[in-house]
């Protein structure tokens, strides 16, 4: 069996400047071997080193279909992420994982789906959505709402225009504070809801973002009639080991790193500490 705690070596591949400060990176492991064994799910996680700093867990943000190569976005907040994007395409970092839950795909076959992303929320949801558009017939209505401080804050912004443009989905865009070139919603992302004629019934909600702006798109949601099994999340918790092994994660009696990071509203609301 092979070693849990031991990395295998990525090369980036790509890197895409997404704000100010956030990054996409591209990567694709350097031993042939693992790059062909490699498969995740989307909502999983990966550990990932800057060799020499330290370790951080970042959620998957591209198709589990095609694993070849696979993203990541990372903001800028401390020495992990720092490091992380002071990288050149070609530089080495460390993989562990995948690790977590993640969404349970099949599950969601036969509903209308609905996406509320906030900010950087977008990016794990991102791992759910692109599978389900390459299987767009095997799901009903399906809405994507996105929210952002301001249009310099919007991650994705040529996977947004393709998305307003997809006939077969329907796509929602706000922002808190517009600026001269924006012709779009102003507000936060729960002003969409009343615009969007949400459907209650047979429908999952994925919700991912700032924890205000979950409280929020919650409270909204739980009002409309939304079921909290229904709404569906991923929880951020310190990590250190991400494979149930050191407890940092843990809340009550689940590991966020493996009972999670996927979790539904009636699950969170079960948990002694609410995210
Ligand atoms: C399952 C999971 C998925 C994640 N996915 C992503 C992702 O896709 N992209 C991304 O940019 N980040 C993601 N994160 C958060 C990322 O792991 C942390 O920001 C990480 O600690 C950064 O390491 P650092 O050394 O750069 O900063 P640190 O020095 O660890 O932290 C810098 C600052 O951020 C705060 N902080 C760190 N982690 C958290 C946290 N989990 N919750 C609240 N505050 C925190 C610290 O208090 C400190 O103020 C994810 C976390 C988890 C658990
Ligand atoms: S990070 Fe170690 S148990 Fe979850």
């Known amino acids: 069996m092979s070693n849990i705690y031991l990395p295998n070596l990525a090369r980036i591949i790509k890197i895409q400047d997404e704000t100010y400060d956030t990054k996409?990176?591209?990567?694709?492991?350097?031993?042939?071997?693992?790059?062909q064994a490699f498969k995740f799910g989307p909502g999983q996680f990966l550990e990932i080193?800057?060799?020499?700093?330290?370790?951080?867990?970042?959620?998957?943000?591209?198709?589990?279909?095609?694993?070849e190569t696979f993203r990541v976005t990372l903001r800028a907040v401390g020495a992990v992420t720092w490091a992380l994007h002071q990288k050149r395409i070609g530089d080495l970092v460390g993989i562990r994982g995948p690790f977590g839950n993640g969404f349970p795909f099949d599950e969601y076959k036969g509903k209308n789906i609905i996406f509320v992303g906030g900010g950087i929320g977008l990016p794990p949801l991102r791992s759910l959505i692109e599978p389900m558009l390459d299987a767009r017939s095997a799901f009903k209505d399906f809405l994507i709402l996105y929210g952002a401080r301001t249009p310099a804050d919007q991650v994705y912004q040529d996977r947004l225009k393709e998305w307003e443009k997809m006939s077969e989905i329907r796509f929602g865009m706000t922002v808190d504070v517009g600026d001269a070139n924006w012709k779009g919603n102003v507000g936060v992302v729960t002003t969409l809801f009343?615009?969007?004629?949400?459907?209650?019934?047979?429908?999952?909600?994925?919700v991912c973002g700032p924890p205000i702006m979950i409280r929020f798109a919650i409270m909204?949601?739980?009002?409309?009639?939304?079921?909290?099994?229904?709404?569906?999340?991923?929880?951020?918790?310190?990590?250190?080991?991400?494979?149930?092994?050191?407890?940092?994660?843990?809340?009550?009696?689940k590991y966020v790193c493996v009972d999670g990071?996927?979790?539904?509203?009636?699950?969170?609301?079960?948990?002694?500490?609410?995210?």
């Open 261 to 275: 990071p996927v979790f539904n509203y009636k699950e969170i609301g079960k948990l002694p500490e609410k995210s």
């Open 220 to 253: 909204e949601l739980s009002k409309l009639g939304f079921k909290p099994e229904n709404i569906v999340s991923t929880l951020e918790r310190y990590m250190k080991c991400g494979v149930g092994k050191c407890g940092h994660c843990a809340i009550g009696h």
């Open 24 to 35: 996409t990176f591209e990567f694709e492991f350097a031993d042939p071997k693992v790059k």
């Open 49 to 67: 080193s800057a060799l020499g700093v330290g370790e951080a867990p970042f959620g998957l943000a591209s198709n589990p279909n095609r694993p």
């Open 194 to 206: 009343p615009k969007c004629n949400l459907i209650v019934e047979n429908t999952v909600v994925f």
